[in-house]
């Protein structure tokens, strides 16, 4: 079974430039998730997708922020204009939202180091 | 809201001492999901439990266990004879019901530290 993956693993990038990372889930999950994790804390919610439909958006995903999931396969999350205070871990996972199995699994994560 | 905390930031065993791990939450919703995810120094967190509110049968799994208990709302989780390999931040997390999203809110983390 080939689990989570995300690309790429590490960017580094100057403020103002525009990032985008990807995500493949579990082929046969129909939930995807994005969360950002910074150091020290635990990963924080920024959004969920169901099929190709983007459900929920937490606040802190600003209007810098956008997210695709165009085929209910793969997933976009894009950054523009980067601020130093998006330097973090992002991670996603994807469930199979079915009765009694609600357990996300997580990719490696991308992470973003804004200079 | 839902809110995770686990008090203890850090914790130091040597190796084969036992650990318990603490989490509390706090939660309106009447049908809710508790999970533990490790996250080793790779970064990549590993789901470890899942504890649905209605089921309150703790639970064994080789050296792990956990115990989960609505009248205190904790979910804590001990490891048994502990090793070198458990080393690592480990998560409690809570979710709403699936219809409602199901999106993760993590507590903070505790980080074990086991010396052999």
């Known amino acids: 079974d080939t689990g989570v993956s995300q690309d790429p693993r590490h960017k580094i990038t100057k403020r103002g430039q525009n990032v985008t990372f990807r995500c493949d889930p579990i082929?046969?999950?129909?939930?995807l998730y994005w969360y950002r994790q910074t150091l020290g804390q635990g990963p924080e919610f920024l959004t969920y997708f169901q099929n190709e439909a983007q459900l929920e958006k937490s606040r802190l995903l600003s209007d810098r922020f956008s997210a695709e999931r165009p085929k209910g396969s793969f997933s976009t999350l894009e950054i523009q204009r980067t601020e130093q205070g998006d330097s973090a871990m992002y991670l996603c996972?994807?469930?199979?939202?079915?009765?009694?199995?609600?357990?996300?699994?997580f990719g490696p994560g991308t992470r973003l180091t804004v200079t | 809201a839902q809110k995770v905390t686990q008090a203890q930031t850090e914790i130091s065993v040597v190796e084969k001492e036992d650990v318990t791990l603490d989490c509390v939450y706090e939660?309106?919703?009447?049908?809710?999901?508790l999970f533990w995810y490790k996250q080793p120094p790779s970064g990549e967190l590993v789901f470890l439990i899942r504890r649905n509110s209605f089921d309150e049968q703790n639970e064994i799994s080789g050296r792990y266990s956990w115990n989960f208990q609505k009248s205190t709302s904790s979910f804590n989780f001990t490891i048994t004879a502990s090793q070198v390999v458990d080393s690592a931040v480990y998560f409690c997390?809570?979710?709403?019901?699936?219809?409602?999203?199901?999106?993760?809110?993590f507590g903070a983390g505790t980080i074990l530290r086991v010396k052999s």
């Open positions: 939660t309106r919703d009447t049908t809710y999901y």
């Open positions: 082929s046969e999950h129909n939930r």
């Open positions: 996972a994807s469930s199979l939202s079915q009765r009694f199995t609600y357990e996300q699994y």
């Open positions: 997390a809570l979710s709403e019901a699936l219809e409602y999203g199901n999106k993760l809110v």
